[in-house]
């Protein structure tokens, strides 16, 4: 019995699945974003501290976007404050934990951004179906829903709205 495509979810093919061992950081997946060229979404209910972030996205700081569970407002706004030029927003109700980035790898697993200690389990995707898809379906709609959060060095908006 094969599964459907359906209000959801997406069936869909890929030749680069991969499995991670919990060895595999949330570093490791981020450490070459400076390498990268397209926008990386990040969903996590956590967040780890603005030291942490600069050692993983400090090469590259734009063309980010962060979003956290409300309880995590203040560790969002420090990291708004040191990287105005990411945008962060905050949802009450999020959990998830998902990398996107464009143009079509996918990152899901049980680790927040950060680092947990924990054994934590992740997979890699590569498909731009599949990161259109959960962009369009999933991100979309909660990034729509979020709080954004302002710089406070900054009187600048960034609506981040365009998608």
Same mark, same amino acid.
């Given at each position: 019995?094969?599964?459907?495509?359906?209000?959801?979810? @997406?069936?869909?093919? *890929?030749?680069?699945?991969?499995? #991670?061992?919990?060895?595999? &950081? #949330?570093?490791?997946?981020? *450490?070459?974003?400076? /390498?990268?060229?397209?926008?990386?979404?990040?969903?996590? #209910?956590?967040?780890?501290?603005?030291?942490?972030?600069?050692?993983? +996205?400090? /090469?590259?700081?734009?063309?980010?976007? =962060?979003?956290?569970?409300?309880?995590?407002? &203040?560790?969002?706004?420090?990291?708004?404050?040191?990287?105005?030029? +990411?945008?962060? /927003?905050? @949802?009450?109700?999020?959990? %998830?934990? =998902? +990398?996107?980035?464009?143009?079509?790898?996918? #990152?899901?697993?049980?680790?927040?951004?950060?680092?947990?200690?924990?054994?934590?389990?992740?997979?890699?995707? /590569? *498909?731009?179906?599949?990161?259109?898809?959960?962009?369009?379906?999933?991100?979309?709609?909660?990034?729509?829903?979020?709080?954004?959060?302002? %710089?406070? &060095?900054?009187?600048?908006?960034? %609506?981040?709205?365009?998608?």
């Amino acid at each position: 019995m094969g599964w459907n495509n359906d209000s959801h979810g @997406l069936v869909f093919k *890929s030749s680069e699945l991969k499995l #991670y061992a919990p060895s595999h &950081s #949330y570093g490791m997946k981020v *450490s070459q974003i400076w /390498r990268q060229t397209g926008i990386m979404r990040i969903m996590t #209910y956590s967040l780890p501290s603005v030291d942490y972030v600069e050692k993983q +996205i400090g /090469r590259r700081p734009y063309d980010i976007w =962060v979003l956290c569970h409300s309880k995590f407002t &203040s560790k969002a706004q420090a990291i708004k404050d040191k990287f105005p030029d +990411i945008a962060v /927003r905050t @949802l009450d109700n999020i959990h %998830s934990k =998902v +990398i996107l980035i464009e143009p079509k790898t996918l #990152y899901i697993g049980s680790e927040n951004f950060g680092h947990s200690g924990w054994i934590e389990t992740c997979i890699g995707v /590569r *498909s731009a179906q599949a990161h259109d898809w959960f962009f369009d379906n999933v991100f979309r709609g909660a990034w729509a829903a979020a709080t954004e959060v302002q %710089s406070a &060095s900054t009187s600048a908006i960034w %609506s981040g709205t365009d998608f």
